[in-house]
Each structure stands twice: as C-alpha cells, then as structure tokens.
C-alpha cells in the first residue's frame, strides 16, 4: 500500500512559480510511474503530466507543455511538479497520482493510489 502527500501548493499572482511536492510510503517507489492530476471545481479531473518509474520519460498536457516541468527523485521517494507562468486557468486542486503500468499514464483510472490534493490558486 503507498501512501502519497503533496505540498507545495498555495495563492500566486498570475505569471509566478510553484513547485509541488509528492512524498511517497509503504511501498518500493521505484516500482510505480507516477503522474499530476488537477480538479477544478465543476470540472473532470484532468491530466497534467506523467513520468516512468525511472524518470526517462515524460509527457504533459497540451496546456502546461513549456511552463510545467515533472521530475522524480526516487533516493528520496518524491515526485515534484514545478510549475512556470502560471495563469488563473491553473486554479485548480492538484493531485498526485501513482501506477503501477509502465511508462507515462495519462488515464485516471489505470493509477493505482491518490494523494489528498493540495490546492493552488492563481489571480490575475
């Protein structure tokens, strides 16, 4: 069982930067691709971006591509989204995700555990 916690999140004004954090435990990290999902209210949880379990690949939605940036630290059990010139259009309750598939998953129903989210909020 893995347990996943994100931080990272808050209130930014429109063109600055966040950096989300996922720890992970309970289980071998290294075993699981991993992947952001956000929510926002009214709205389909959606696909953010994904890595392989060893990090080689990578892939992100249409609308963050060239400003987020995923990565993974398996040494110490973390996923991170870093997030550049953001817009209001990224308020939204982001979620870690992990799955056990291989390579990049960009389907909610394939990934096995959910972190609680963690909420980020952008004003113009």
């Known amino acids: 069982q893995v347990q996943l916690v994100e931080s990272g999140g808050g209130s930014v004004q429109a063109g600055g930067s966040l950096r989300l954090s996922c720890a992970a435990s309970g289980g071998a990290f290294t075993w699981y691709g991993a992947g952001w999902f956000r929510q926002a209210p009214g709205q389909e949880r959606e696909f953010v971006g994904g890595i392989s379990r060893s990090g080689g690949s990578t892939d992100y939605a249409d609308s963050v591509k060239g400003r987020f940036t995923i990565s993974r630290d398996n040494a110490k059990n973390t996923v991170y989204l870093q997030m550049n010139s953001l817009k209001p259009e990224d308020t939204a309750v982001y979620y870690c995700?992990?799955?056990?598939?291989?390579?990049?998953?960009?389907?909610?129903?394939?990934?096995?555990?959910w972190g609680q989210g963690t909420q980020v909020t952008v004003s113009s």
């Open positions: 995700a992990a799955t056990s598939a291989i390579g990049v998953v960009f389907t909610p129903l394939h990934y096995n555990y």
